[in-house]
């Protein structure tokens, strides 16, 4: 029967659940939820092996336990353990969005053992009732692709350590216990000639029982090596002393059907009655090379992930987020070209966000293609580009003369789209040699990456229409009064600082009460959304416009005088008396309005008080006739114990101080 390996002593080494502690804060940030954790299976619990350091606690968190569906089972959760009831394969991943209780949404995955036994869980745990999308679900799967990869290699070891221990124990015994063992065990007499050859030879080598045995034990090897490796068996079977030797011997192996494939085995010698015989537990390399591969591709894949979630995490704007992830996508697969586009969500159109080496004729053409390999052909000279996909081999081939490369190799450009939550965001662009030299386990990274960057960009989206959102006027899309106070105090700072000047216009329509009465509040809205357009049509990129209320409006013109103010107001006015006319040419007498005007330093020194005296002025105007722009000086000299006055109240007592 096959070599027993009891699990539960199979040790995590601490290196191991180090890495396994970077995979779960990965995926905390990533999937953005308070808590992630692996567990491993003690029957009836499961053992919280690690969980990301900022939830602390995550099965404390809102409440003491927790419920979710685990596998058809119930997962109760307090302290430091799982307990589990009706636990068993399903072979995939289940959600709860019907917790009560602390923990409301719950993604896990299970971890198994090569041999199909459960080992854990890697799971994410959310306190608000997030519904998981195919983003998170496939992250989650890469992740704990990586830790199944890490107990393969553990669990091999093990298996391999079992076989030594039975061979030193076990001696005359050897044949009953291992006849069926999946490991290659064989055992040679004091000649060197095979005595024993069990099922996991006959596999790895092709030959029978019946054909190996009673032939020397250098068949196993290569002929050119035969010579080397009698000579250890040699010194194994001359040996008095009968003894476990740990070193692990290499040679090239020799099938049956002549292939030659690396191996590893191990040599111990010991007594039936008075001869010596010599056992080889014997395995391919390649099985074992192929894990240790698989293992440093996942740990390099960890460490990518995580300079990406560094990068990700480290700034909100999502400019400084795509050129982060763009430089290290580039050194990670040592290219030197690049771009990221993003949609334009209102015209769906693809942007260049992040570049780096693109060419403004590939940026162009690469606008118009979609993903997969873009092949550019520079023969075509003098032939217009053109675009064809072949849809059986998912290629597309550009061909113009104007296309520019940094260097004749770069002649292949891999597109892959940018989703999140099943929107399609944009594409990552990335020049490579040839459609070959990119493999699937890098498009699969790179994938990865996508999925990660795609909820970064839709956070930070959500992050920069929020804040524009409570700077805005939502009628007009205007900034609002709050955002006038910051922008003004702002403003004044830096004319004090650099010794400049600053001017602020307030305006008011003129009869708009009467027309909203007139018009209705759907007319008064059409008019103040077509007042704004204006101002903003008129006005200089430097020039900063609010609706500070009503119909009340405010302009920050930074650097600029009472002069420079006054032709600003006569500009917006010739320009809105021809839209009014154009757009209303029934109402008599047409909207105008009235401004008023202060000047900084001149008229006031503070945010407050130019605001008032400003206002002040725009007062006179209405008080005088309507339709007019006042300057703070023409209303006489202010008092400069005004502060807490109305506009009308300073301008009374202005007229006081004339």
């Known amino acids: 029967m096959e070599l027993a390996i009891t699990k539960k002593d199979i040790i995590i080494p601490e290196e191991v659940v180090d890495k396994w502690q970077d995979l779960v804060e990965i995926a905390a940030k990533t999937i953005d939820v308070p808590a992630a954790l692996i567990t491993r299976a003690e029957p009836p619990y499961m053992k919280i092996l690690c969980s990301n350091k900022s939830s602390d606690n995550p099965y404390e968190i809102g409440a003491r336990e927790f419920l979710a569906d685990h596998y058809s089972g119930v ?51 959310d306190t608000k009732g997030n519904e998981y999308g195919d983003t998170s679900e496939k992250l989650m799967f890469q992740f704990n692709e990586l830790v199944e990869s890490h107990i393969a290699m553990l669990y091999q070891d093990r298996r391999l350590q079992l076989v030594l221990e039975s061979m030193g124990d076990i001696k005359e015994g050897l044949q009953v216990s291992a006849a069926n063992a999946t490991d290659a065990i064989i055992t040679a007499d004091h000649n060197g000639n095979i005595t024993f050859w069990n099922r996991g030879a006959q596999t790895l080598f092709g030959y029978s029982p019946a054909e190996a045995c009673r032939k020397p034990l250098t068949l196993i090897v290569s002929e050119r090596f035969r010579n080397d490796y009698q000579d250890e068996i040699n010194q194994a079977l001359l040996s008095e002393s009968t003894k476990l030797n740990r070193k692990v011997f290499q040679w090239t192996g020799l099938r049956k059907d002549g292939l030659e494939f690396p191996i590893e085995l191990i040599h111990t010698t010991w007594r039936r009655g008075k001869e010596i015989l010599l056992t ?25 992930l995580n300079k990406v979630t560094q990068a990700i995490s480290q700034s909100i704007k999502l400019d400084e987020v795509l050129t982060h992830t763009l430089d290290i996508i580039l050194e990670l ?9 993003l949609k334009d969500e209102d015209t769906g159109e693809l942007r260049l966000t992040a570049n780096k080496g ?7 053409v690469l606008k118009k ?61 990335l020049v490579i040699e040839s459609q070959d030299s990119f493999p699937t386990e890098s498009v699969q990274l790179l994938q990865t990456i996508s999925n990660q960057l795609g909820i970064a960009i839709e956070n930070a989206r959500l992050f920069e229409k929020t804040s524009r959102l409570s700077i805005t006027d939502e009628l007009t899309g205007l900034y609002n009064r709050r955002h006038f106070n910051e922008l003004l105090h702002s403003e004044i700072a830096r004319s004090e600082r650099y010794g400049g000047s600053l001017a602020l216009i307030l305006l008011d329509l003129d009869g708009f009460k009467k027309y909203n009465d007139r018009f209705g509040h759907v ?43 006054i032709k600003t107001v006569g500009r917006i006015r010739s320009k809105w008396l021809q839209v ?22 001149e008229d006031a020194e503070t945010a407050d008080r130019l605001t008032l005296l400003a206002d002040a002025a725009l007062y006179h105007s209405k008080k005088h006739g309507k339709n007019k722009c006042t300057l703070v000086p023409e209303i006489g000299k202010p008092a400069s114990d005004t502060g807490s006055m109305s506009p009308k109240e300073v301008i009374d007592k202005s007229s006081m101080n004339s």
């Open 358 to 364: 693109l060419s403004e004729d590939l940026i162009k």
């Open 333 to 341: 697969f040592d290219l030197s070209a690049g771009g990221i586009y």
């Open 75 to 125: 997962v109760l959760a307090s302290r430091s353990r799982l307990l589990v009831t009706d636990a068993h394969k399903s072979g995939g991943w289940e959600r709860n969005s019907a917790l009560k209780l602390g923990f409301i949404s719950y993604l896990g995955f299970p971890i198994y053992w090569p041999d199909g036994e459960l080992f854990g869980t890697f799971c994410v745990l």
């Open 523 to 565: 007319g008064g809205d059409t008019v103040l959304k077509l007042f704004s357009q204006t101002l903003k049509s008129v006005l200089r990129k430097t020039d900063v416009t609010f609706r500070y209320g009503g119909d009340e409006f405010t302009i920050i013109l930074p650097a600029a005088n009472a002069k420079r103010a």
């Open 580 to 601: 009014i006319r154009e757009q209303h040419p029934g109402v008599r007498p047409p909207l105008g309005f009235s401004a008023g005007i202060a000047q900084f330093p």
């Open 280 to 304: 080889a537990v014997v395995h391919s390399k390649s099985e074992r090379k192929a894990l240790g591969e698989i293992l440093q591709r996942r740990n390099r894949e960890l460490a990518t």
């Open 369 to 429: 293609v979609g993903p997969g390999v873009v092949r550019f052909d520079k023969a075509g000279e003098g032939k217009e580009r053109d675009t064809g996909v072949d849809t059986q081999e998912y290629r597309q081939t550009v061909t113009g003369s104007k296309l520019s490369f940094h260097s004749a190799n770069m002649q292949y450009v891999l597109t892959l789209p940018l989703n999140s939550r099943a929107r399609e965001l944009g594409m990552i662009a």
